[in-house]
């Protein structure tokens, strides 16, 4: 029976694939693997800017293709499988070849160490969200857009490659920081939910005109900025739970409380009916 319904799957996944694919959200997840191999390229001719330019511009049209796949009702288990392939390449491949010839290369075989587990922490982090349950409201651990951009804003801040070897330590504890926040079970927000067809405040345009004016005032700042306050929100929130658990109140071996104060009782004096008032 389990031979017969294998073989019943593979015809109706071979059915399934003859009907197609849908176009608009498939453009851009190849716009994605296309601007990871073009940031490979840019890396391996030295344009360090332009390669974690083009991570950050992967990273957009990642969230696009999610975002219209759902909106238009187009969501495939090829679009999610074909759009994890993309992901390797663009958040995984590309940040690790970037990193190590922006602040590793000085020690080939430990940059290489390091990048390599970058790697492999991305790739883990992209197969366990592939078999986990739907996450709309977190992630568990970093996702690995947010680990690529991370070290993609760290170049564009600092664009000059690292030369003096005392920098290096900085770059490796960096590195791999974020690797094990990707295969961390830390959670962390997921802005799946956001409803950009429901009604907001009037107010919410001001923010949001007061964001592209940063934006377009020190671009790089605002982005790093807000993806340092993303990367650090889960380990300040477990950090706080555990504060908060710490100084609750203790059940075990507290000194017992002292007694109440007994109230004086009152005496009432019996009346005398025969004494004269």
């Given amino acids: 029976m389990s ?13 399934r694939l003859r009907k197609g694919i849908y176009i608009l959200p498939s453009l851009f997840t190849v716009g994605n693997m296309f601007c ?68 590793l290369w000085q020690k080939p075989r430990l940059g290489l160490a390091v990048a390599f587990l970058f790697l492999v922490a991305g790739s883990i982090r992209l197969a366990r969200f592939n078999i986990q349950p739907s996450q709309e409201t977190e992630f568990s651990g970093l996702p690995i857009p947010g680990g690529a951009n991370a070290l993609a804003l760290l170049v564009l801040v600092s664009p000059e490659p690292v030369v003096h070897s005392a920098f290096l330590p900085v770059v490796v504890v960096f590195v791999l920081g974020v690797a094990t926040l990707m295969v961390s079970t830390l959670p962390y927000p997921s802005f799946k939910r956001i409803d950009l067809k429901k009604r907001q405040p009037t107010t919410a345009l001001f923010f949001i005109a007061l964001f592209f004016s940063l934006l377009a005032f020190a671009p790089k700042y ?28 203790e059940t075990e071996g507290a000194a017992p409380a002292d007694p109440p104060a007994a109230t004086p009782q009152r005496t009432e004096v019996p009346v005398d009916e025969d004494r004269p008032d």
């Fill in 3 to 15: 031979a017969r319904r294998s073989r019943r799957d593979r015809r109706g996944s071979r059915r």
């Fill in 36 to 103: 990871g191999f073009f940031s490979m390229v840019e890396t391996l001719r030295g344009n360090l800017e332009t390669a974690a330019v083009l991570i950050i511009v992967a990273t957009f049209a990642d969230l696009l293709d999610g975002r219209i796949a759902r909106m238009t009702n187009t969501v495939t288990a090829f679009g999610k499988e074909y759009d994890s392939l993309a992901d390797v390449v663009s958040f995984g491949i590309a940040p690790a070849l970037l990193i190590f010839q922006w602040g």
């Fill in 222 to 249: 605002v982005l790093a900025s807000l993806l340092t306050v993303y990367i650090l929100s889960a380990p300040f929130q477990v950090l706080r739970g555990m504060i908060r658990k710490s100084s609750g109140p």
